[in-house]
Structures are given as structure tokens and as C-alpha cells.
């Protein structure tokens, strides 16, 4: 069974760089499938992030492509996220999520972590 | 990028009624190349992820149960409940994706009347 766990800092303040990784198990970040994360603001709906392939590729929402960097340590097993220059719009649940491989979109999520609030403030 | 809009935003059915959530995209997601559909319907529950329900806007995910239903082509969707039971209480979300960013609908709760 994949399982996502998702870890770090629950407070940022504003203007720092909120850090997570998440771990993976029952499946190889090698694998043919994609990496995700997709935030959800307290109350309010899902927002997608961006996503890694093994071969290190990225993509990013362009809504937040200037502050966003996604990476992955293999030996670990896990991929992290970065994102610089939070402010309190930042506030959100955090899931990673494996992206399916299909026909044609790596866009399909179907393993999710639990999620970790992060809440950026002072 | 490609918006999805859902409706209603909240709808109270009784146990065992027929619940229908619709879901519009702002242009069509259906891909020419293999006449599919790029639409997938996901349920979340207080405190939970969301869980893959049906993608290819029909095709039910292994486990889901078939009381849940997914149509439509193009830019309009359907999800439907044919019998409501009391574990569906949950806040249900279509997404595509067909392109990238992935967009996800604003998402309908459903509740017992």
C-alpha cells in the first residue's frame, strides 16, 4: 500500500520560507509516476503546486512559479517543497500526492498524505 | 487556464435518495486523440485527504462503491449518488487534467436531510 507522510515546521512567519518534505512508502519516487503538491486554505478548496518526476523535471503553478522549488532525494525516498516569501495567504493544509501516470497527463492523484497545517505568522 | 465550476455548493439529500452534483469546465477537456475525457471526482471527508473516486469522468477507482456514478463529455459532468448513505457526507470535487495547472472545482457538500 502507498502511504504519503508529510512533515515539518506547523509556523512560518511571514516573509520566511515554509519547508516540507514528504515521505513515501510502499512504491519507489523512482517509479513511473509523478510527485505533487496541492495546498487547501482553511475553509476553502484545493490549489495544485507543482509536481517532480524522477528525471528531476518539474513544473510549477504559474501562480506561484516564482517562489516555488520542488526537489527529491531518492536514497531517501522522499521529495520536499520550498516556498519563499509566505504571507499569511500561505495558510493552508499541505498535502504531497502521487500523481498517475496516463494516458497523456501525469495529473491524476491517486495516494494522498494526511496533510499538514501550515499557518504563516508572527 | 481552464476553470471548473460546480453546482450547487451544497445540497441536503435523504438517506437512501438520489444525490447529482454537476460539474462544468470552461473549455472542453475531452482529448480528440483518444475521445477521452480528462475529468476526475474526488471525495473529502472532515479531516481527510481527498480520495480518487472516478477518473475518465466514469471510471470508478478499484474499491469505490458502484452506488457512485460519473457522465458527461466535453466541458459538462455528473456526479451521482444513486443512494445515499450516511458515510457519503463528505465535500465532493471534480478536477482536470487535461493541462497543466490541474484545476479543481469549489467543491459541493453534501449533507442528510
Known amino acids: 500500500q502507498v502511504q504519503l507522510q508529510e512533515s515539518g515546521p ?15 512508502s510502499g512504491a519507489s519516487i523512482s517509479s513511473n509516476n509523478w510527485w505533487d503538491w496541492v495546498r487547501q486554505p482553511p475553509g476553502e478548496g484545493l ?76 | 487556464d481552464i476553470v471548473m465550476t460546480q453546482s450547487p455548493d451544497s445540497l441536503a439529500v435523504s438517506l437512501g435518495e438520489r444525490a447529482t452534483i454537476n460539474c462544468k469546465s470552461s473549455q472542453s477537456i475531452l482529448h480528440t486523440s483518444n475521445n ?14 481527498p480520495k480518487l473516486l472516478i477518473y475518465w469522468a466514469s471510471t470508478r477507482e478499484s474499491g469505490v462503491p458502484d452506488r457512485f456514478s460519473g457522465s458527461g463529455s466535453g466541458a459538462d459532468f455528473t456526479l451521482t449518488i444513486s443512494s445515499l ?5 463528505a465535500v465532493y470535487y471534480c478536477q482536470q487534467y487535461y493541462t497543466t495547472p490541474p484545476a479543481f472545482g469549489q467543491g459541493t457538500k453534501v449533507e442528510i436531510k
Open chain 2, 36 to 49: 477521452k475525457n480528462y475529468l476526475a471526482w474526488y471525495q473529502q471527508k472532515p479531516g481527510q485527504p
Open chain 2, 85 to 89: 448513505q450516511a458515510e457519503d457526507v
Open chain 1, 10 to 24: 506547523g509556523l512560518v512567519e511571514p516573509s520566511g520560507t515554509l519547508s516540507l518534505t514528504c515521505a513515501v
Open chain 1, 47 to 122: 490549489q495544485w503546486i507543482g509536481e517532480i518526476y524522477h528525471s528531476g523535471t518539474t513544473y510549477y503553478n504559474p501562480s506561484l512559479k516564482s517562489r516555488v522549488t520542488i526537489s527529491m532525494d531518492e536514497s531517501k525516498n522522499q521529495f520536499s517543497l520550498r516556498l519563499r516569501s509566505v504571507t499569511a495567504a500561505d495558510t493552508a493544509v499541505y498535502y504531497c500526492a502521487r500523481g498517475r501516470l496516463v494516458d497523456r497527463s501525469s495529473l491524476l492523484f491517486d495516494y494522498w498524505g494526511q496533510g499538514i497545517l501550515v499557518t504563516v505568522s508572527s
